[in-house]
């Protein structure tokens, strides 16, 4: 079976990591991505090369100058083949080498743009990494113990919701039949996110805080749990998940969300007492039989160590498959490219 995107051409002019991972996602499901990078390259390929092939496999390369004459007409070239350009650069840099629909519309009324960026295409080059999103989002500021410092999640969450998120605009546009020009920010992406927490301020003034161990605003008990050997995560959505941890437990009382929400300390101090006679590994066991959503926290290598069905062979690499499965169609997990390679 083809991929779900056979016969769609798609032209990269990313760096590093969020315009990359939109793509490769997309060249997973059987999209021709070509990846236009300036004559020194990505700068991931710099980082290393398992970096870039993470992020590159099944794509071809060419070089272009963007900025010269020849650059530019070989582009239009290959935007009058193509479907879409994703392209992840300042604002600036954008429009100055007419990578946005306006620019490129002489050469395919259908070509679909989308800009990546920091905070908007017409938002201005202020520097936007992953981290400073955070930041200036307030991801940073609800991150961590609520007696030390903010703290930044463990991978970059930004850089990868905002490239999930344009390749859904990429893909939205171009179902559309209508070229046009798509617009996508990390900051708007990274808010969009907040949702919950942002309608409780918006429409309720609650100002989201950081809860020891992660605990869940609204939901009790919902955090992790230190317990003999390692640490739990406990996730008590509603009554029926509570009744069964209690059963497991000999726990007893707040029967209801509202009391649980209503008397946290109590409720946390109790459970806490509970899950420390026993380890986090066998909570899990006892825990899942009875329905409830617990699992002992884990390592990355303990996790691809769990799951070898996720690990896939590209060319000389091994990486983590595709994320969407499709009944009947398994990606082709090709090598990343060399520099230049389909030029």
Known sequence: MTGPLAGIKILEVGAVLAGPYATLMLADLGAEV???EPPAGDISRQVSATYFASLNRGKRSICLDLASEPGRRRLGELVAESDALLVNLKPSAIRKLGLTYAALREFNERIVCVALTGFGLYGGDEPAFDYVIQAVTGVAAMTGD???PPTLPGYTSVDNSTGLTAALGLLAQVHSGRGGQVDVS???VMLSQLNYHAAAYLNDGVVPRRRAFGAHPFYVPAQLFPTADGYLALFVTHDGFWRSLCAETSL???ET???RAADREAVIAAVSAVLVTDT?????TRLRRRGVPAAAVRT???ALDETPEAVVQAGPYRQVRCSIGVDGYLPDYRRAPELGEHG
């Open 34 to 36: 070509t990846k236009i």
């Open 280 to 284: 986090a590994a066998n909570w899990e």
């Open 186 to 188: 990390m900051r708007d």
């Open 252 to 254: 007893t009382g707040w």
């Open 257 to 259: 969300m509202a009391e």
């Open 146 to 148: 609520p007696a030390g």
């Open 300 to 302: 990355l290598a303990q």
